[in-house]
């Protein structure tokens, strides 16, 4: 273990069960009391996920149309992260109950699934998803997941949607607790975010606090006012097998229907 990548002033634990706190410290500082005290971290840049705006084909030898998605969010320091957070949640991060489920597999059936979460790290934060569906469907499938991107991002959730989504999110907070492992997890993420050692018993109150008016002021930031999607599909019988990439301008002005490419795969930011 090399001090040059860990060092007791960044150093977070979390330890979680029926253990004595003097034995804890005791093993603590035997396995890391060797560590250097102060970081001398090469700093690193912040970094804005998927610019600029593009659409990539690329050829693969696949099943099936593996469509991936995802853009610049929220950072977790930012005070709109939790009306994000929720937004998110209502974009695609909440199962069968999610715009992006109801709307490309319920309604219209172009995916076998479907699923969207959001990712912050120290210098970056993004929204990534993924869904999987058959060849001939991966145009429309890559359109209504835009749609549904851009509606949320220029209008917001309803009333209704962020209810039940404050409603969900609060419930769910102590099925995700339920072993020691997944609350020692909870905790040592709370650290890195550096968060309060109460967060835990106020979160509740921080979903709470979030309105209709604080969900429509972040949805844009939410989802980076675009995404970037990746569809992959089978090789086409006749064709070599070698790699085939296109990359192509997918500004709005430039912006051109899947559809008019049934036999790549691609990747685009919109």
Same mark, same amino acid.
């Given at each position: 273990m090399s001090g040059a990548s860990l060092q007791k002033d960044t150093f977070k634990i979390a $330890? $979680?069960?029926g253990v004595d706190p003097g034995a804890v410290c005791k093993l603590l500082d035997k396995t890391f009391g060797s560590l250097p005290s102060n970081a001398e971290a090469? +700093? $690193? @840049?912040?970094? &804005? %996920? %998927?610019?600029p705006p593009q659409r990539v084909f690329i050829q693969l030898d696949v099943p099936q149309t593996v469509v991936t998605f995802g853009g610049p969010a929220v950072r977790r320091s930012e005070p709109g992260f939790m009306p994000a957070c929720i937004v998110n949640h209502i974009l695609g991060g909440g199962g069968l109950t999610s715009r992006l489920f109801r709307e490309v597999r319920e309604?219209?059936?172009l995916a076998y699934s479907l699923r969207e979460q959001l990712v912050?790290?120290?210098?970056? @934060?993004m929204f990534l998803g993924t869904s999987g569906t058959c060849a001939d469907r991966a145009?429309?499938? $890559?359109?209504? &997941?835009?749609?549904q991107v851009r509606q949320i991002a220029a209008e917001g959730p309803t009333q209704q949607e962020l209810d039940d989504a404050k409603s969900y999110l609060k419930g769910s907070q102590l099925v995700a607790l339920n072993t020691s492992s997944k609350l020692a997890r909870t905790l040592l993420q709370h650290q890195l975010d550096k968060? +309060? &050692?109460d967060y835990l018993e106020n979160q509740n109150a921080v979903v709470d606090a979030v309105t209709l008016e604080d969900a429509k002021e972040s949805s844009a930031a939410a989802v980076?006012?675009?995404? %970037?999607?990746?569809?992959?599909?089978?090789?086409?019988?006749g064709r070599s097998a070698g790699g085939h990439c296109a990359v192509q301008d997918y500004t709005p002005a430039g912006r051109r229907s899947a559809r008019h490419r049934p036999d790549d795969a691609a990747q685009f930011i919109f």
């Open positions: $330890v $979680v069960g090469m +700093p $690193v @840049a912040d970094v &804005i %996920a %998927a610019k309604k219209r059936g912050w790290l120290d210098h970056s @934060a145009g429309e499938t $890559v359109e209504e &997941i835009e749609k968060l +309060p &050692i980076g006012r675009g995404s %970037a999607h990746n569809y992959r599909r089978p090789r086409p019988k």
